[in-house]
């Protein structure tokens, strides 16, 4: 399949990544853990089918799809492993949509092009030790020294970081200006002298899905690099992207659910028990029927979110964002709990996939803004539009 075919027939190009999915994504899941890795060659499919440019403009070389497109292709490709999505995710999401919405034209024109492709994978390094869900609080430093910023501090869990290509880095480029306002974007290619990448860190799951640890001992960036030529629109820029990436995480939850649901319904109807298949009882029944009208009802919710989507949005509209988040990963826990539960001792074994798939959701519930963030962000919006009707 060509990529170009998302833009003359959408409805053809997601079937074939429908179809991708069953037929090379879901028979190679294993290779993912051996390797912590997505081998090479199907890195080449996911470029050729588009999936790291699906939200970067075709003047710069991308699909340049809506938003519902992007949620609809990457709930169809999660239904495979989630490491497949997160193998293009931190290029797609973060990093290319900080660089498409605050670079300066000259910053677009040189990087767009390769992160669209894949040629170049990007990735986002925001976390540190003292700034988790406090984004505001991040420490590295960058000073400005001459023709460059030297940075100074460690970031940790950077997704894809050990073989990143272009890093989009918050610093704090100002004592005085205290918390978010004080920080600033970088984008610092692989190799640059000072900026050391650690061995990826053992985690619960999404094995084939390495994070790192990242230091910088006075890494000189080139003030050319500085994102937009503006300091202090570090945190403007991390809002930027992760619009989008709470929007596709929500829309990874579906997929990782409808999978889920379909492991637990194919074991239920073969597995038997008291000479009945266990899909005969009600418990069981209970358990497949709310996996089911959940998965649907967030497919909703993503969907409707998606359908509105726009890059600066009001209050309202990332408030709801943070709903289809909330909602959506909540919602997978939940699945994921049930499809183990249904298993019974096959869902606890590392033979069969439910085990897996259980431990890869977990972090959907604390990335991109804990659930405990985005309920902040959902009650904050109801106060605020309560007073604005009181005052
Ligand atoms: C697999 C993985 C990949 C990641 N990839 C990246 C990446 O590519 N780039 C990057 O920059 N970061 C990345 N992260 C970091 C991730 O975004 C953070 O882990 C996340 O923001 C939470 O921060 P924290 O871990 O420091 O937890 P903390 O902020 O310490 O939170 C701990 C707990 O306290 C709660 N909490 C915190 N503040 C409040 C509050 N005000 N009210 C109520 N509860 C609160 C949280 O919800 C959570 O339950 C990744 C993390 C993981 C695990």
Request: hydrophobic residues 40%; contains cysteine.
């Amino acid at each position: 399949m060509d990529a170009s075919l998302a833009k003359t027939d959408f409805d053809a190009y997601l079937d074939g990544i429908k179809t991708f999915t069953r037929d090379t994504l879901r028979p190679n899941e294993h290779r993912l853990n051996d390797a912590d890795g997505v081998p090479e060659e199907i890195v080449e499919k996911l470029r050729a089918y588009g999936l790291f440019g699906m939200a970067i403009p075709e003047e710069y070389g991308g699909l340049g799809l809506t938003m519902e497109q992007q949620v609809l292709v990457t709930m169809a490709v999660t239904e495979a492993s989630a490491c497949y999505r997160s193998r293009f995710s931190t290029t797609l999401g973060l990093s290319s949509q900080s660089i498409l919405w605050n670079g300066t034209e000259d910053q677009r024109r040189k990087y767009l092009p390769k992160l669209a492709t894949g040629e170049l994978t990007g990735a986002f390094a925001l976390t540190e030790e003292q700034a988790g869900s406090d984004a505001g609080g991040v420490q590295t430093s960058a000073r400005l020294d001459a023709d460059a910023y030297v940075l100074n501090g460690s970031k940790r869990y950077i997704t894809n970081a050990n073989f990143a290509d272009l890093f989009v880095v918050m610093a704090r480029t100002s004592d005085t200006e205290k918390g978010a306002a004080g920080l600033s974007a970088f984008i610092v290619e692989k190799d640059t002298p000072g900026m050391i990448c650690g061995a990826p860190d053992p985690k619960m799951g999404q094995d084939g899905a390495p994070i790192a640890e990242m230091r910088f001992e006075d890494c000189r960036v080139p003030v050319d690099n500085l994102m937009g030529h503006v300091e202090g629109t570090g945190f403007r820029n991390a809002m930027s992207g992760i619009n989008t990436a709470r929007t596709h995480v929500a829309a990874t939850c579906v997929g990782q659910a409808a999978r889920l649901i379909e492991e637990a319904l194919d074991y239920a109807v073969k597995r038997e028990q008291f000479g009945h298949p266990i899909a005969d009882f009600q418990s069981i029944q209970n358990m497949l029927a709310d996996s089911r009208a959940e998965m649907k009802a967030a497919r909703a919710l993503v969907l409707d979110t998606a359908r509105r989507f726009t890059q600066n949005p009001d209050s309202e509209l990332r408030a709801d964002i943070s709903c289809a988040k909330y909602f959506a990963t909540e919602m997978v826990s939940r699945v994921a709990d049930r499809a183990v539960q249904i298993l019974g001792g096959a869902g606890y074994m590392k033979a069969h996939d439910v085990e897996r798939l259980y431990r890869d959701i977990r972090v959907f519930r604390i990335f991109e803004g804990a659930s405990q963030v985005q309920q902040m962000i959902i009650a904050r919006h109801m106060i605020g539009e309560e007073a604005g009707r009181a005052a």
